[in-house]
């Protein structure tokens, strides 16, 4: 009997071990809730309240400012930068999560997985709330268009969640380990996030590049703007996860889809490749260092 538990419990140090703690991760991922909103007067409301404000501001700065005329404007908006903030937010967090749970780490045994996962999960759950802004722009737009912008179609939503998810979990296992050596990788990453924000295509439509390759190749040049296109709509994992969300709430509700909105199968395919490869990439890395943790913290 013995001999068959040993066989199916899993590895010390490994991810899966965290299991063995699920208590204490459903502890952490509700304090560190209860421990955001505790100061709020406005609570968890404000969950809502804060994407809808500052989606308001850059819907008015932006609209004017690229003149794009894009349908439901500030759904698109809205839909983007709720992606983002949840993986930045979500990598953000677990980047300090070794380092700020010294203390406990130095008196007692946890899976040292389960410190970077309560951070990401719990953004996780912040992102559920922050939906409820989403909501609330598409029934302002159903009374605005006199038409449902509700569907079953909405659902797919799940589909890039789970891929961000699992993708920044990587991430943040990787990073977080990082952290623990060499302490500038806060500021490196805070520097990175803001390259990732204009590379995520959340204020602007990606259609821009393509209109720029069309007038840059009329005018007997490269097509750089096309190259770029590429490298954002291929190689941005958060981009394929926000056009793969967008497509489930914004698409559905316009008449004319452009062309560059549309969702394949090689978007679902090349979102789960590196939500999978940054997730092996980053708990190996994790679990190969893990045992070093408790000399640098």
């Not at 007038?215 to 996860?241: S, V």
């Amino acid at each position: 009997m013995s001999s068959t538990s040993k066989s199916i419990s899993p590895k010390e140090g490994s991810f899966w071990e965290v299991f063995k703690f699920k208590d204490l991760l459903y502890q952490l991922v509700s304090r560190d809730i209860k421990l955001k909103y505790r100061r709020s007067f406005l609570g968890y409301v404000w969950s809502v309240l804060n994407p809808l404000l500052i989606m308001t501001i850059m819907a008015i700065v932006f609209s004017f400012l690229f003149q794009r005329n894009l349908p439901l404007f500030a759904l698109y908006l809205l839909a983007g930068r709720t992606v983002f903030e949840f993986v930045n937010g979500a990598v953000g967090k677990a980047l300090y999560a070794i380092t700020d749970n010294a203390t406990l780490l130095k008196k007692t045994y946890v899976s040292k997985f389960m410190f970077p996962l309560s951070k990401i999960t719990s953004t996780l759950v912040d992102f559920v709330f922050n939906l409820g802004a989403l909501v609330i722009v598409m029934l302002v737009f159903s009374f605005v268009e006199g038409r449902c912008l509700f569907s079953f179609w909405n659902l797919g939503i799940v589909i890039p969640i789970l891929q961000a998810y699992i993708f920044a979990l990587g991430l943040g296992f990787f990073l977080a380990q990082l952290h623990v050596f060499f302490r500038d990788i806060g500021y490196i990453y805070n520097a990175f996030v803001t390259m990732w924000l204009y590379c995520s295509a959340i204020f602007y439509d990606i259609g821009m590049f393509y209109e720029k390759a069309e007038q840059q190749i009329n005018a007997g040049g490269t097509p750089y703007a096309k190259y770029m296109a590429f490298i954002i709509e291929n190689l941005n994992p958060l981009y394929i996860y926000i056009k793969q969300f967008r497509y489930f709430v914004w698409v559905p509700g316009i008449e004319s889809v452009p062309y560059w909105s549309v969702v394949n199968v090689w978007d679902f395919v090349l979102g789960a490749i590196y939500a999978v490869l940054m997730f092996i990439v980053g708990t190996y890395f994790f679990k190969r260092s893990q045992d070093k943790f408790i000399l640098y913290i």
